[in-house]
Nanobody, 124 residues
């Protein structure tokens, strides 16, 4: 399966962006899809996740109330709506698919397939 992110870009602080993660290559029925981000000089960190079938969502504390993760099963696409963006949200954002159940929705090692990343830059 291939995951392709889109929707990144440059936005002013307080603005919004929506990232998309489109899957192709095989029947796409992961257990969970997650979004992670990596800022320069920092480790990749968990942002949000959603179970593909049940739509249960999880968020990092740093984005709770500002970001919303969703998915469209028919389109094999996951989304990350980002509102009230801050300079510290600047990073490369990656989507990832977890094929088998794990309770560790926040752990990048539990995810099997990754996209190439989309740059999000928030100017202050």
């Amino acid at each position: 399966v291939q995951l392709v992110e889109s929707g990144g870009g440059l936005v002013q602080a307080g603005g919004s962006l929506r990232l998309s993660c489109a899957a192709s290559g095989r029947t796409f029925r992961p257990y969970r899809v997650g979004w992670f981000r990596q800022a320069p000089g920092k480790e990749r960190e968990f942002v949000a996740a959603v179970t593909w079938t049940g739509g249960i969502t999880y968020y990092a504390d740093s984005v709770k109330g500002r970001f919303t993760i969703s998915r469209d099963n028919a389109k094999n696409t996951a989304y990350l709506q980002m509102n009230s963006l801050k300079a510290e949200d600047t990073a490369v954002y990656y989507c990832a698919a977890m094929w088998k159940y794990s309770s560790h929705y926040y752990s990048r090692i539990e995810y099997d397939s990754w996209g190439q990343g989309a740059q999000v830059t928030v100017s202050s």
